[in-house]
């Protein structure tokens, strides 16, 4: 009898069993949650699956990880207001797009933390932080507007246009003295 292959095209498949066990079927190994948050940040595509029923369970186990990452007393990386936020969006007309909008706003976050580290890894001049901070200011004005339309109205949208410049202005200020401390280490 032929060794039948565990993974299929790159994923990788996760039998979870009811006693709470996840077996990796392509190291034919038990492994734990903290092993998919190390394959995750690997980028190795897996896939797991309920062993009972086959139902496809990978965004529940995907949310208990982060659950856990967050409780684990390190630095948490969701603020509460974002997890209001985001709880308060279930069941709101808009529900049905913010998938594609936390997508695409991830997607936008890793291309810019791409160029930044290029930016830096070639010693380009001037301040790309600051340009980088501000088209990601601007994207998620658009993205407040776009799904919370109202809150930003127009008696108060030429008062927080002004409280904005001025934040850009300190983030420029905080950006161009990181890039002087940068360029005396460069030195």
């Keep these: 009898m032929a060794k039948r292959s565990h993974v299929e095209g790159d994923k990788i498949t996760i039998k979870k069993?009811?006693?709470?066990?996840?077996?990796?079927?392509?190291?034919?190994?038990?492994?734990?949650?903290?092993?998919?948050?190390?394959?995750?940040?690997?980028?190795?595509?897996?896939?797991?699956?309920?062993?009972?029923?086959?139902?496809?369970?990978?965004?529940?186990?995907?949310?208990?990880?982060?659950?856990?990452?967050?409780?684990?007393?390190?630095?948490?990386?969701?603020?509460?207001?974002?997890?209001?936020?985001?709880?308060?969006?279930?069941?709101?007309?808009?529900?049905?797009?913010?998938?594609?909008?936390?997508?695409?706003?991830?997607?936008?976050f890793r291309n810019n933390q791409t160029k930044l580290r290029e930016a830096f890894e070639s010693g380009i001049g001037g301040n790309p932080i600051a340009k980088l901070a501000e088209t990601n200011l601007a994207m998620m004005r658009a993205a407040t507007d776009a799904l919370m339309p109202g809150v930003r109205d127009k008696a108060g949208s030429a008062k927080n246009d002004t409280k904005r410049d001025g934040e850009i202005d300190a983030l420029r200020a905080q950006m161009a003295e990181m890039q002087k401390k940068l360029d005396k280490l460069g030195d």
């Design 17 to 108: 069993y009811a006693n709470r066990r996840l077996y990796n079927t392509a190291s034919s190994s038990y492994i734990t949650l903290d092993d998919l948050a190390e394959m995750t940040r690997k980028k190795l595509d897996f896939q797991v699956l309920d062993a009972k029923s086959g139902d496809d369970i990978t965004h529940s186990i995907l949310t208990q990880i982060i659950m856990e990452e967050e409780a684990s007393g390190g630095e948490q990386m969701l603020p509460v207001s974002f997890l209001r936020d985001l709880i308060g969006m279930y069941g709101n007309s808009m529900q049905s797009m913010m998938p594609q909008f936390l997508e695409a706003s991830m997607k936008n």
